[in-house]
């Protein structure tokens, strides 16, 4: 079964850092990333990284406060979220990409979790 179990979302205050974890499990994928919903806003890149962890690639929003990284080992991809803002509030997706890499758009999602930051 092809399936992206995501943890670690939760309530945080502004300021603050969440780890959110993504474990992969009947397929490994080879580039991964991580996308987000605001509420009543549309699905957005967040940040991805290259099948070997090497290259990565972060939205302007996040550049700098966040870090994406793999261990594949674990076949598990996490998302380091450090100096929240409220405006970081949204569905957290983990997501797997295909064959053409983290330029093209993701072949399987995770079923989201929710990071909220208090102002």
């Known amino acids: 079964q092809v399936q992206l179990v995501e943890s670690g979302g939760g309530l945080v205050q502004a300021g603050g850092s969440l780890r959110l974890s993504c474990a992969a499990s009947?397929?490994?994928?080879?580039?991964m990333g991580w996308f987000r919903q605001p509420p009543g806003k549309e699905r957005e890149f967040v940040a991805a990284?290259?099948?070997?962890?090497?290259?990565?690639r972060y939205a302007d929003a996040v550049k700098g406060r966040f870090t994406i990284s793999r261990d594949n080992a674990k076949n598990t991809v996490y998302l380091q979220l450090n100096t929240l803002k409220p405006e970081d509030t949204a569905v957290y997706y983990c997501?797997?990409?295909?064959?053409?890499?983290?330029?093209?758009?993701?072949?399987?999602w995770g079923q989201g979790t929710q990071v909220t930051v208090s102002s």
């Open positions: 990284i290259s099948g070997s962890g090497i290259s990565t």
């Open positions: 997501a797997g990409y295909g064959s053409s890499g983290y330029d093209a758009n993701p072949g399987v």
């Open positions: 009947g397929r490994r994928w080879n580039a």
